[in-house]
């Protein structure tokens, strides 16, 4: 009984229940280990080849290279690009945050492994090249996909793959930014779209655990560099919301360029190869006039934090980046877009900032703390995540000071984006655009959380359709819940009842008894696997046109039955 107790398969049928609490924080803190681990990696992947290579030992310092490097480098990247994905089909040339939401939406969650490494090299060429991109969107990708292997190495059910899932996703943004509670949020805000214990929970242990091993890996040092900031007066807060305001409107601009990119894209006579060499041209190409904007320009951002770029240099970055990340991105260029908004609402709070000062005889806060403010306004707007927008800059500032007008202009940017211009999330319209749908209904929250083995029943007998009248009394011995009758390998549910009323009203003793003639009630059944959620199978009852499903176990053998009336009944006390 002991040894059951702690065997996998034991393991394996408590997930299945919504309440499986401990088993979760075990997952997420294995989840967070190997996500450190991978994480950790791919920084190092890149971090290492650019401090060797960039002038100074910076990572981030690529104005400093020459006019050739700033023109060619991104080519160079492309044509790597080209040929990396040339030998993949199109398929495994998904990846970023909208693969991992279609995989959630469309395939309980199971992440192929391909993907993730296709997400790997591709996105370190990209970055290493210089290309105007981020690496939060790969990273949330390979998170994911620790998680999802994670679950599907150890056959857990689906229910479970789509929580690990999320811790990998926190994970990815924990190990990124060095910021865990943010990871958490988006991650809820974001990818599993709930905030429940039993995926808090884990999540939250993942987003530690991954943020420890990345910080033993390679230390505990923040991306950027934020001085302490803070308001001067409150009479600035008609300013702040002014700046939400501003860059919400660029934050529709951003996703309206990429919106009308990618649909350029999809019905363009281009190829990718094409394609990805147009966005390395305009990249090269924008990268002669404003250097700043390769790469992920943590270095920039910390320079207008400080308030150390001016008003010109701004304007002009603000612009290029604007412009160029989101057509990159729709062009195909294998990243992420997180940073950059970061970037782009950095640099524009920053504009802000000094307008705001000159504009006034009086004493206001540094044009860093506007900048700062336009990075959460940015993200959040963009992401449709205004609290991990908010997390993530407070603890990127460690400044408390932070929160009341950070909470003004992310509201204000998140209102003109939403309502005013009806954009959904960037990641929202990538999937919409390729005709698939994220909305998350109540009911398929419900029954996502829980697999077909938490509510099945195991007390059943299984027949041939012909048996004899002692063997049709011996079936019923046990009082099971349904009698499943089998007949050239197709099943169908007997009521048991029906069964013990034909028996007593027609007894002869040497006469067979056809199951699937007498009077009876009998639900036609089709099979499942028992990692399904109870989603699945209500949508496998749906397709099927069928009332009742026989679940099948790793080994392919019959454990339990289910019918629809049980699955009603779950989420009708839920």
């Known amino acids: 009984m002991l040894r059951n107790t702690f065997s996998l398969d034991h393991f394996r049928h408590r997930l ?67 040929a990396v994905l040339s030998r993949v089909t199109p398929l495994n040339r998904k990846v970023g945050v909208a693969h991992l939401l279609e995989r959630m939406a469309y395939h309980q969650s199971n992440l192929p492994l391909v993907n993730a490494v296709v997400q790997l090299i591709a996105a370190s060429i990209a970055l290493l090249c210089g290309h105007s991109v981020g690496k939060e969107g790969p990273a949330i990708h390979l998170g ?35 910021t865990p509670l943010a990871g958490v949020v988006f991650a809820m805000e974001v990818i599993l779209l709930e905030y429940t214990v039993i995926g808090f929970m884990p999540v939250m242990v993942a987003a530690a655990t991954g943020t420890l091993v990345v910080q033993i890996m ?56 094409s394609k990805l060499m147009l966005a390395g041209i305009l990249t090269g190409s924008m ?29 002009g970055i603000v612009l290029a980046k604007c412009v160029l990340t989101p057509i990159v991105l729709g062009l195909g260029v294998p990243a992420g877009l997180i940073g950059p908004t970061f970037f782009i609402g950095a640099m524009a709070g920053g504009i802000l900032g000094i307008f705001g000062a000159s504009a006034v005889d009086q004493d206001v806060a540094n044009s860093g703390f506007y900048a700062l403010l336009g990075m959460g306004s940015m993200m959040g707007a963009v992401a449709n995540a205004p609290m991990a927008a908010l997390v993530a800059i407070l603890e990127l500032s460690s400044n408390p000071n932070i929160i ?34 994220y909305r998350y209904k109540p009911i398929a929250q419900i029954l996502n959380g829980s697999a077909v083995q938490s509510i099945m029943t195991t007390n059943f007998v299984k027949s041939t359709a012909i048996v004899s009248e002692k063997g049709a009394q011996h079936a019923l011995e046990t009082s ?14 007997l009521s048991p009842g029906d069964l013990h009323l034909h028996l007593r009203n027609n007894f002869e003793p040497h006469k067979d008894i056809d199951l699937l003639e007498i009077p009876a009630l009998r639900l036609d059944a089709s099979s499942i696997d028992s990692k399904a959620t109870l989603q699945e199978a209500l949508d496998r009852m749906n397709n099927k046109s069928t009332e009742a499903l026989y679940v099948l176990d790793n080994q392919k053998k019959i454990t339990g039955l289910l019918t629809r009336s049980q699955i009603e009944d779950f989420y009708r006390k839920d």
């Open 16 to 82: 299945a229940h919504s309440e499986a609490l401990p088993q979760m924080v075990i997952l997420g803190l294995i989840c967070g280990l190997l996500c450190g681990l991978v994480l950790g990696s791919f920084r190092l992947l890149l971090e290492l080849p650019l401090s060797s290579f960039l002038p100074g030992g910076d990572s981030d310092n690529f104005e400093e290279l020459s006019s050739w490097y700033h023109f060619f480098l991104p080519i160079v990247g492309s044509l790597l690009l080209i």
């Open 144 to 178: 994911a996909a620790c998680g999802s292997q994670l679950g599907q190495r150890l056959k857990l059910p689906n229910n479970t793959l789509r929580i690990l899932a999320g811790c990998g996703a926190a994970a990815g943004i924990a190990a990124t930014f060095n």
């Open 218 to 273: 390679l230390g505990n040092q923040l991306v950027l560099t934020v001085p302490q900031l803070h308001i001067e007066s409150l009479h600035e807060i008609p300013y702040v919301a002014f700046l939400g305001l501003i860059i919400g409107l660029l934050a529709v601009l951003f996703i309206a360029l990429m919106r009308a990119t990618m649909k350029w894209s999809d019905h363009s006579v281009f190829t990718y190869r």
């Open 287 to 315: 990268a002669l006039f404003y250097p700043q904007i390769m790469g992920l320009g943590y270095d920039t951002v910390t320079s207008v934090l400080h308030g150390e770029v001016g008003i010109g240099l701004l304007i």
């Open 404 to 437: 009341f007008p950070a909470m003004i202009s992310i509201v204000v940017s998140n209102l003109i984006a939403r309502y005013v211009f009806k954009m959904p999330s960037i990641f929202v319209i990538s999937m919409q655009l390729q005709g698939l749908d």
């Open 480 to 493: 099971p819940d349904w009698v499943l009758v089998e007949k050239d390998n197709d099943f169908s549910f």
